[in-house]
């Protein structure tokens, strides 16, 4: 089977999302940039361990570091969520629809046996 850059995308962003502390460092950047310091000050951990989840969100697409000044601020990639976000949208409308074609199927039988 073959994968997609998409479908490799998307399992990166998956995995990344799998970490509470990933997800933690998302939902901060959601309400605006930060330092690998600011966002380290949040946790019991070291700020190398930070750094690597950072590494993670980045090779995600999630998150991307720019550079002012001296700093390289870390920024939220809204896409790569809402590729996410897209994906589990389908795949819940999907199940939806085999699930009502589901219920129709029992009420025909369970009409029919009456």
Known sequence: MTTTVDEQRLD????ALSDRTRRD??????????????????????????SQHIRVLE???LVTRGRHRQTRPCRLEPAALQAAGSWIEESRRTWSERMDRLETHLARLQGGEQ
């Open 12 to 15: 990166a962003v998956f995995t």
């Open 25 to 50: 460092i998302v939902a901060r950047l959601s309400a605006g940039e930060a330092t690998v310091t600011e966002l380290a000050d949040r946790y019991a951990m070291t700020l190398q361990a930070v």
């Open 59 to 61: 090779r995600s697409g």
